[in-house]
């Protein structure tokens, strides 16, 4: 089992080729994975200008806006066209399809979540009030406003804003408990996914 702790803010930014913001890993799964070998992968992004989204073939997305305006996110094939403007709702799309983003008002920063079609899937949840998260071998809290209490099997941990967990290994199960209720956290579950289903 591995927990590993984390502030958005201790995490190293990393500027995109293009010039248009910058990403800043929480992690990747396998460790040290190119952008073609991961599994999984979660990162904070900050989008500091007008421009297109990188293209990942056979990997699904999940973004989530965490701060400022937002932006447009339209393909180029016309089938999306999606104002990402209302905080912690999150929007899934292909990542091989071509996407160019507008910005709306100003920067804005973003949680991302990716996984590799064949061998993984997530679910992104917003949580606002006290609960339970079902068991998962792998996962991501991140806690976006307010103070949170996140109780495992044998360990307990504190969350403040801007900061947050990933886990990996023996199937986990958290007790989640803000400190009021406007506290917001983000529960990203990671499952592996049935290479048998559908094979005769």
Known sequence: MTITPFAVADLAPSPWKNGGGET?????QPAGAGADAFGWRASIATIARDGAFSIFPDVDRVTVLLRGAGVRL?????????RLDAPLTPFAFAGEVEIDAELL???????NVMTRRDGWRSEVRVVRHEQNL??????LLLAVDGDWRAEGV?????????????W???TRCWSLQPSDNQAALLAVVIDAVDREVGLA
């Open 24 to 28: 800043r890993e929480i992690v990747c």
């Open 154 to 166: 044998a360990q307990n941990f504190q969350l403040t804003s801007g900061s947050g967990l990933w």
């Open 168 to 170: 990996q290994g023996q």
């Open 134 to 139: 079902a068991a998962s071998d792998q996962g």
């Open 74 to 82: 339209r393909s180029t094939d016309g089938l999306i066209d999606h």
């Open 105 to 111: 008002e100003g920067a804005c920063q973003d949680l």
